[in-house]
């Protein structure tokens, strides 16, 4: 069902209740379609398993494997 803006704040618990029970709800303004109310476990489904930056490093190669040695050069000398 598409939605006026207007009409999709007035009956808002409405609306809510028609993404639950019916599935997607879409708004249009000025005839539109501008936004689409999902219910929250039809998010999840759709926007997958999101790891936080945390989790993503918690996932990232031990680096210790690797083998990486650092120069021991002087640095070039700067005139200032």
Avoid: C, N, Y
């Avoid at 028609?18 to 476990?41: I, M, N």
Wanted: net charge negative.
């Amino acid at each position: 069902m598409v939605w006026q803006i207007q009409e999709a704040k007035q009956r808002f618990s409405e609306f809510v209740q028609k993404a639950l029970d019916e599935g997607p709800q879409t708004v249009s303004r000025r005839g539109r379609d501008v936004a689409v109310l999902v219910s929250a476990r039809d998010f999840e489904r759709l926007a997958g398993h999101r790891l936080d930056f945390k989790d993503f490093l918690l996932t990232a190669p031990d680096l210790q494997e690797l083998d990486i040695e650092r120069p021991r050069d002087l640095p070039r000398a700067v005139d200032l």
